[in-house]
C-alpha cells in the first residue's frame, strides 16, 4: 500500500468582501463581519478543490463575501460551486442571526442516478450531515435539489445527453468562525462529485497540481 501522502498546504490571499455602496466615504466594516471573512478562506483545503474569491452580491444584505470552487479528478471537473456570506447588523426575517450562508453546487451524476426518487433527501442530507460532523452551528436551514437533463438538437443533436445534479441551500451560522462551515461545504462538493470525504489527518495520495485559470462558477 503506498504511503499517505501529507496534506497540501497552499497560501491564500486575503478574502475580500463587497458592500451596499453610499454617498461619501463607506464605513469600516463591522468587527464580527471581518473576524467570520477571515474564516470565509481555509488555510489548508483538499487537494482535489481549488477555491478562489468570486464576486458577491451586494444587493442581500450590507457586507458579504464570496468563494467559488471547482472539484477535480485528474483533469476532469467533477462539480463546481460558490458559497456566499450574508451579514446584516440588523438580521433579516428568517435569518435568526446577523450572519447567512448561501450556498451552491452543481455536478454531472450519471442518468440512473439523476431518476432515483431518493436522490433529494440523499442529496440533502449530505449538506446536513457534514455540517453535523464538522461540529458547525446552525440554524434555519432550507434549499432545494433540482436534477437537470440537456439534450442536443440540430447542430448539437449530436452531443451527449448530460444530466446534472443542483442543490441550492441556505443557512445560519450561529457564530462568527465559519471555518466548519467551508469545510462542510467542500465535503459536500466532493460527495456530490463522487469523492468521499477524508478522514481526519488523512490526505489524498495524488494531490493535483493546482491551475490557473478561473473555477467555472455560474
Known sequence: MPP??????R????????SVMTLGEPPAPPAAFRRALETLRPAEVRPEIELEDIPA???LAPYSG?????????DDELAVG????????DGQRGWEGPFRLVAYVRADMEPEITSDPLLGPVAWSWLTEALDSHGANYAAAGGTVTRAVSEGFGNKAEDPVTT???????WSPLDED???HVAAWCDLMC???GIPPLPPDVAALHPRPARREDPKVP
Open 57 to 59: 452580491p451586494q444587493r
Open 178 to 180: 465559519l471555518s466548519a
Open 11 to 18: 497560501a491564500l490571499p486575503n478574502p475580500t468582501y463587497s
Open 191 to 193: 460527495l456530490a462529485a
Open 66 to 74: 464570496a468563494v467559488g470552487a471547482s472539484v477535480y479528478r485528474d
Open 82 to 89: 460558490r458559497l456566499i456570506m450574508l451579514f446584516d447588523p
Open 4 to 9: 499517505i501522502a501529507t496534506p497540501v498546504l
Open 164 to 170: 446534472e445534479l443542483e442543490l441550492r441551500a441556505s
